[in-house]
């Protein structure tokens, strides 16, 4: 058992650490697939049950993860094949979307903390075709049917004095969106997943979780209608990483370590320190084009 | 009389424009003093009936300029003398603020261009306080009484597919300040104000103006609370500039120029240009600083 | 003849400005051409004699100016065609590009003031090779021929205290380039030629012109190399364009207004105040990409 | 004895380490002490011998470190009192600073990148004089002694092609400066010296250290004049956190873990990846004006 609670955003990695405890788990089906042509490893986590939600700490609905080992690459087209995956299973996940929609951005994060500025950065690259509908009608693109997109990004609160979940909910009250995308930035468990993973769940956006643990509840019970959350995950807390890394070589020696994170020095010197990639700006942008693209195609008609 | 309309944000230059014209303007009062100490000149046009605002076209209310020749230079202190005559000012307008007030600032204009980003900018440097006094209330900051401050920027059309108006709308109708507080970049009519002027009225945003031309009305009728709206003016109208200086010239040779403007193949090269200093860049962050302190000071008790 | 002295960077409009005085020139040779295909209209003078370059007030050379009205305006291949016929252009100018070369890229201007940050951006986006080669040798771009890429951002004088030819002419001591290229933001005398055309030349960059008015010679005689000059024209001196209006206006209507520019209120306001268009902030982003293409295909073998 | 090289870019660091390990060292000189008033602990370590060199690993000279635990903290006054005290040690370190000297300070490390845009931030803040000097004489600073400072930025290899210290030699050669003031962002071994210690030195930059890694020897013996450094730690790296924890803690538990640094996937994850605080966009910029400030004091006369 651990000795400290597990600290992830991501359902794979929730998945992966009770796995090594329990063996099966009752509530959570997962199913695994590779793309070929695209050397993408695409996770789909399925929790069902209340039990399952318990387990996974992590609220019932579905879990997709995208594992792309190049995408923390630099690459001239932007990881296409990514950005199409992901456009993919966002219109499975995207109730009804043969339908016209008006559909809600929200670049969540700290647009002035680089590791935290994703989802700002996609709600810049954004296509967004609301204002245009409303103002010439579908005939301004030439298409029976278009999606009205807009974006908001709400700030953090140490900015804006409000929950980004404050503003959201005004301007999904004043707007009327059938659906709400969320992005933003995850906290990882380990340093393998970071800038080349992409979660996509149904589920919506939880509290305290995400880099700058500035996320209220945006979901479909506090908005009133369907919240998909994207995230990527660029930094893993460095306490964690360092406890992590202490069991694995035990583990390996057959020599474990006894030590009380809550006590240690060591760790508190870890506290408020994350681990990221010394590329992490460059990565950042690179990571919002491929997102903003994979919506901008999944909302194309 | 003019060939073409005037095209200004500044009730002192509509005054100018039209009292040359006319004289005496009925229902539309003026007091202009200087503050000694700090060289700044105090301008306040009050419209107060309907026939003033027809004339000046601008709706009734108050509108006070300060004019500081220094203003456009860099300043160590970033022009305290300035932001403290306009915390002074905005005092005055800010309905009974000697109780405890929720105010929201709003920093209207597009944080991507130039000479549009000073309420985004403005927002940046603001003491937001709502969140500390909603968790750990007044006790916090060690005081009686604490005007709970909050702040959002909502970002451009073409940016967001949604109107500001709308933005501000829902964040307002969610969040219940007493007053807003609206800052922008405005277009002046003369290079001669351009980074020196700040205008603050009790009237709100009015469309059509600007720089981005981005404004929707943002006022006490649209929004159900006062609305106080602070603007500088960092661009004229490069078309505006020229039509002016051909009839100022004219008018001294006494030989007076013809022409229509909108026929004329040289103003429609001047579509879309503006005129603005060389160091806008440098100028747009001081003044965003001067203006955020003035708001500080005036909502600190 | 006209009461104020030309300012343009542009050869193509000193050509024009004098033509219209005195017909014919004397040891000015131009020649133009359309590019079918890509919309782009190429004009070539090359001053021959010293009368040539007295009368245009610039040196012996020869100027390429490209001009395709798109470039202004946005573009998903960041007008790929104008890079494709500029770096044509560049292969005719850069002698022996056949050999392989070592080359230098300049940018010039000042990254915080938009319209000037055009020379930074460049360099940016550059693809620069010269420390691979060093280390690793052809072999690492796996060809018999590869010119070793550097670039150089030197800052203002304002910034650095130095002039930049200083700083230029040191990095050229110490690494020997055979050739240098300048990319400067430029200023044209009409806004209908602004973000829409570029001029290169073999003469170099020389004194008192340039948005920044931050140049010093950066030519042969000074490097000792050859200098390739890269421009594009973002803004529009603003006492120029009205000086410019009224003259046209006049001729038109028979009635040419009288002034002394150097007497007149008008003109004095519009000191350190140039025109720009209201998306200079985008449009330079892109103009960089566009030249920095250009620069890398004509720089690959 | 360490099972992997000590990690960091501070003498006080190393001086830990080593002490840990061997009691008294010979050839290294310690002082410390506190200034009362600003809680800035200074500690001065002196490597007078050669053996004192290579115990050390770094070249004989001085090297004082200021640490003051506030300075990770936001503050009105940019940390007035760390900068006096840097500004006072800088004037102990350069030679015949009653003189008029010629200072040029290089800002290392590349702006692009949070952690590493200390230096170019450095550079940005900083009070240039030469060029007004060389224009017009120490008239224009109403001063009977004035430093000529010039600042450059020369970028990193990756986006130059060229050793920062070519073309910090380049410049050197031309503009003759008397002394070299190069700053930097370090990489320290432990979290707690993040952000809050500085370390002047008279010994230079010296190769491989420094977070981007881009650093070359600028030296006294490669530039031809005295060199004095300036740096900050802004970053450690993450593998050196995970090997000092864990020995740390093997030793609390008088069990030490055996593990092969260069062997173990726990530390090949790690690679390329470094700690640093959440808010590192922010104490950067605050760090660059606190050390700009100092130098800008210690070079006003």
């Known amino acids: 058992m651990s000795c400290f609670q597990v600290r992830t955003d991501l359902a794979l990695e929730a998945r992966e650490s009770i796995r090594e405890a329990d063996g099966e788990l009752r509530g959570v089906i997962v199913e695994e697939w590779d793309r070929k042509e695209s050397q993408i490893h695409v996770t789909k986590v399925q929790i069902t049950t209340k039990n399952g939600s318990r387990l996974m700490n992590k609220p019932i609905g579905t879990y997709l993860t995208l594992e792309a080992f ?3 690459e630099p690459d001239e ?14 219109r499975n996940l995207i109730p009804d979307l043969e339908e016209e929609k008006s559909v809600l951005v929200v670049g969540l994060g700290n647009r002035a903390v680089t590791a935290d500025a994703l989802g700002p950065k996609v709600a810049d690259n954004l296509l967004v075709t ?14 029976e049917k278009v999606h009205a997109v807009s974006a908001i990004v709400p700030g ?4 804006t004095g409000m929950e980004s979940a404050e503003i959201v909910k005004g301007v999904v009250e ?10 933003d930035a995850l906290a990882a468990r380990s340093t393998k997943r970071l800038n080349r993973t992409i979660q996509v769940t149904d589920t919506g956006i939880h509290p305290g979780s995400g880099v700058g643990n500035h996320r209220n509840a945006l979901t479909e019970e506090s908005l009133g209608v369907p919240v998909i959350a994207i995230g990527v995950p660029t930094v893993v807390d460095a306490a964690t990483i360092v406890g992590d890394a202490i069991q694995k070589l035990g583990k390996e020696n057959g020599n474990p370590l006894l030590f009380d994170r809550e006590q240690s020095s060591t760790f508190m010197e870890l506290n408020n320190m994350y681990v990221t990639s010394k590329d992490i700006d460059e990565t950042v942008k690179r990571l919002s084009f491929t997102i903003s693209e994979s919506i901008n195609e999944a909302l194309s008609l």
Do not use: C, W
């Open 77 to 90: 087209g932007y990881h296409r094949e990514v950005s199409e995956e992901l456009a993919r299973q966002l």
């Open 156 to 159: 953090v609160m140490a900015a």
């Open 174 to 183: 004043q707007t009327h969106p059938d659906v709400v995308i969320a992005v």
């Open 70 to 72: 190049g995408l923390a």
């Open 130 to 143: 609301r204002h245009v509908v409303k103002e010439f009608g579908k005939a301004a693109y030439n298409k």
